[in-house]
């Protein structure tokens, strides 16, 4: 890294930025490099990469174009920058891509793995492979075909594959059971499977079915149907007149598999054809995947908050699209996704030669980027912007509908911006033992379940939902500002006692601006066990400084988002805690001789607790499914050992531990709550 230095006179950056700023920027070498630009937090918020460092860096920090107010967006929030010098131009694109991987720069494109697109896989790693449907593939050494837009479709290209190459389609657990048997299910009858765990087929046969389909989902449809004509004639020159009928049917079945397909004007190079649409800094993504002239598959991608421009947005998708997995690291995609021969770009980008260069070692042959003026592709390419436009218009009619409820908690909560993300926490303990907490996450009114926490509380040995209400929010809040993350609304699960501690850690941290209420369940009004019907209050939120909660309109959407966070919270807490009941509860039956993990179970069910089984009799311990008196007397002689008292305190197993699912977290809170509120009785 350079030293500092006066900053150049010809930067215009305006007083915003800081003076250490200025100098980095005016003392950054001329070389090819990648650079990050970095948040007042420390976060990394963008990743770039440049032929020269010098020159691509200054660009943002000089006057800008009043058009450009994208860049203008990013370049606000800039207070720091690192860099890192490359060789060339070409290890600047690969370690871009790793670095965006590692950090997740909020304002760099990011392809996620999303429900609603799913993959084939094969793992040719078995004896016996078969196509599997996966959502989330990120295994290693395993063959992947997708993503796909349609599960429909998908499903039904599987039936097609069935009855042309019939891999066997039950799953490993069955396949066993089968192959102990020693004769195949009725799949095999029905031609959907070649009989592996029968021994009909044998291994050279089956690894050919399984070529055969890797070969049909990566498009080679028509070098397919060649390889099997060659076998086929090879079959009756040997006078094996079965097995060239077998090839012979593979042949038609693929046909007619082919002729049923739209086709497109087109019979050039395998082609992926991009079309690009946005609206301010959301921007939709649509990819074309032509093969033989056909139209096989379209993925579309949704990018809600990118500010940088559209050649810049369209290198970074194809690096990340293509090149993601294909030199040795981790893809959230797909890690082994065919590189066609030709790829129809939207718009003319930066680097095209060194990237169409990487795409083609990847690859393993030429690979051509082209922006095409006219002709079919200059058509295709059109027909992909149309699509993306339409699912650039549906995304944002979803995200209209789904602001409803956020702009109804804004408006009625006194929100400084729009709550687009919402945590909730909740706390679940019984008298004090196993005590947890929870944190869920909502993402413009959905959940976000890759980003909800579990934590066990470290610092509380007592009944006191306050106090460990505060030690959670301390350890997530002081995360949050290293990380420079922090929710637009935090709720937490109760009344004012918990509003109370919120309050109390969020001033003690120094955190402004950030909404905090308390959700208070609804209360049962009419305790007349005669009436019809129960009478219930409204569910109350509490906030700071008002005497009076704000209730939301009964059946709102406003109202179920918020309930629908607590319930998920809660369901996430308890769920944790009666994790941590049956480990505390099977770690100290273990010492008992005699018991093993049955019984442990069996103890476990009938009664839920070690308390339980404390009260309880020898008789009653004998009555557990799977226990003898023998084993019933020495649980009972180890619970009541000699001079013990009564009541016995939390279980070792359940003091001091770490939080699960979210080992870098640091720092304790004190186990104390804020002055004026009062002790709250644990669950």
């Known amino acids: 890294m350079a030293e500092s230095a006066p900053a150049s006179a010809s930067l215009d950056a305006g007083p915003q930025f800081p003076a250490a700023l200025l100098e980095k920027v005016d003392q950054l070498p001329s070389d090819p490099g990648v650079y990050l630009y970095k948040s007042a937090a420390g976060a990394v918020i963008y990743v770039g990469k440049a032929k020269n460092l010098r020159s691509r860096v200054r660009s943002y920090f000089q006057a800008l174009d009043p058009a450009q107010f ?26 871009e891509n790793t670095l965006i991987k590692k950090h997740r720069p909020r304002y760099n494109v990011r392809l996620r793995d999303d ?23 990120t295994e290693k050494g395993v063959l992947l075909f997708g993503p796909y837009a349609s599960a429909g479709a998908v499903r039904e290209t599987l039936q097609s594959l069935q009855r042309i190459f019939p891999l066997r389609p039950c799953t490993n657990g069955k396949f066993t059971q089968y192959r102990r048997r020693g004769r195949p299910c009725l799949d095999y009858q029905l031609k959907k499977c070649s009989g592996p765990c029968g021994d009909r087929i044998t291994p050279e046969e ?52 082919l002729t049923r397909q739209t086709v497109a004007r087109y019979s050039g190079a395998d082609s992926h054809v991009l079309g690009l649409a946005r609206e301010g800094e959301r921007v939709a993504i649509v990819v074309l995947e032509i093969v033989d002239g056909r139209l096989e598959n379209k993925a579309e991608f949704f990018f809600p908050d990118l500010p940088e421009d559209d050649d810049v947005i369209v290198a970074d998708f194809l690096s990340q699209y293509y090149l993601a997995g294909a030199h040795g690291d981790d893809d959230e995609i797909a890690a082994a996704r065919v590189i066609p021969r030709e790829v129809v770009l939207p718009l003319e980008i930066q680097g095209a030669d060194v990237l169409g260069e990487l795409l083609g070692e990847a690859a393993g042959r030429v690979v051509a980027l082209v922006t095409p003026q006219r002709g079919v592709r200059a058509e295709l390419q059109r027909m992909a912007e149309s699509n993306a436009a339409e699912a650039l218009r549906k995304k944002k009619e979803e995200a209209d509908i789904a602001d409803v409820p956020l702009q109804v908690l804004q408006e009625k909560l006194h929100l400084p911006r729009l709550p687009r993300r919402i945590e909730c926490f909740d706390i679940s303990n019984t008298m004090g033992t196993g005590a947890v907490g929870s944190m869920v996450v909502f993402t413009d009114g959905k959940p976000d379940r890759s ?55 969020a001033q003690e941290l120094g955190i402004e601006g950030m909404g905090i209420a308390g ?31 704000v209730i939301l309109a009964r059946n709102s959407s406003a109202l179920h988002l918020v309930t629908f966070l607590r319930d998920e919270a809660h369901r996430f807490a308890v769920s944790y805690h009666r994790l941590i009941r049956r480990k505390g509860i099977k770690s100290r039956l273990a010492d008992v001789p005699g018991v093993g993990p049955k019984r442990q179970r069996a103890l476990l069910r009938a009664f839920g607790s070690v308390r339980a089984m404390r009260d309880a009799g020898v008789d009653e311990l004998a009555a557990a499914e799977g226990m003898s008196r023998t084993a019933a007397e ?5 619970l009541h050992p000699p001079h013990a ?28 709550r804020p002055e004026g509120t009062a002790r709250r009785p644990s669950r």
Do not use: C
């Open 70 to 95: 994208k860049t203008a967006f990013l370049v606000r929030r800039i207070a720091d920058l690192d860099y890192i010098v490359t060789r060339n131009e070409k290890e600047a694109f690969l370690l």
């Open 115 to 137: 429900k609603d697109y799913i993959s084939l896989r094969i793992d040719p790693r078995e004896r016996w492979p078969r196509v599997e449907i996966v959502r989330r593939p």
């Open 206 to 257: 089956y690894q050919k079915l399984v070529d055969g389909t890797a070969a049909f989902l990566r498009g080679r449809k028509g070098e397919l149907v060649e390889s099997l004509q060659a076998q086929m004639a090879d079959a009756a020159a040997g006078e094996q007149f079965e097995k060239a009928a077998r090839f012979r049917d593979q042949i038609r079945a693929i046909e007619q598999t």
């Open 451 to 505: 980003a909800y926490r579990r934590f066990k509380i470290k610092t509380v040995h007592q009944a006191d939902d306050f106090a460990m209400m505060g030690e959670v929010l301390r350890r997530r809040l002081r995360r949050g500002l290293d990380e420079g993350l922090l929710p637009d609304l935090l709720i937490v699960d109760g009344g004012k006692g918990q509003l109370a501690v919120a309050v109390h850690v």
């Open 519 to 549: 959700l208070a369940k609804s209360r049962i009004l009419d305790a007349d066990p005669y009436a019809t019907e129960i009478s219930r209050s409204d569910e109350r939120l509490f906030l700071p400084n008002r005497k009076n909660p």
């Open 634 to 638: 020495r649980v009972y002689a180890f």
């Open 645 to 672: 008292p009564e009541e016995a305190g939390p279980l070792p197993s359940e003091a001091g531990a770490e939080t699960l699912e979210n080992p870098a977290e640091s720092g304790s809170a004190e186990a104390g």
